[in-house]
């Protein structure tokens, strides 16, 4: 864990503990929020520049090791967090937010919802709810790790 509280700690120096620590993976898990509170949803990121060479198999099995992690763990994630909500993803997005650009460890994004929108911000406030997110996002951890 990076914080113990609700403070901004800088992307750089969350990425530095994380390296001090030896991590061997980072998930980054977050709310989100936008001006229009109709909209909703989990969402699961990871770092390219460029998606289509993830997407595409073949090039898939060429891209470094590092990459293919991150890719094929967010697909757990999701899979399994459709299990506490109703996703429209079945595959990462993808991103530069800087959090995920680590070289080091492979590294995740999770938006478990948009606090912007009433539901999903009752939702996020409760606890029974919160420890669904938790459990399932373990769940793949365990299923990704088991497997690989």
């Given at each position: ?10 992307i ?8 001090k ?31 289509k ?60 919802g948009?606090?912007?929108n ?13 420890n669904l ?16």
């Amino acid at each position: 864990m990076i914080r113990n509280g609700n403070y901004f700690i800088p992307i750089r120096k969350r990425t530095q503990t994380a390296q001090k620590k030896r991590a061997n993976l980072l998930i980054s898990i977050h709310t989100n929020s936008t001006n229009n509170k109709k909209i909703s949803g989990i969402s699961v990121w990871i770092f390219s520049n460029t998606k289509k060479h993830i997407l595409n198999k073949n090039k898939l099995k060429k891209y470094n090791n590092i990459n293919k992690i991150k890719y094929e763990l967010a697909k757990t994630v999701i899979k399994e967090l459709h299990n506490v909500t109703n996703l429209n993803q079945t595959q990462p997005k993808f991103a530069r937010f800087a959090i995920l650009n680590s070289t080091s460890f492979p590294s995740i994004l999770i938006e478990t919802g948009f606090i912007s929108n009433p539901k999903e911000a009752k939702n996020l406030n409760n606890q029974y709810y919160q420890n669904l997110i938790v459990k399932y996002i373990f769940l793949a951890l365990q299923k990704y790790f088991l497997k690989y």
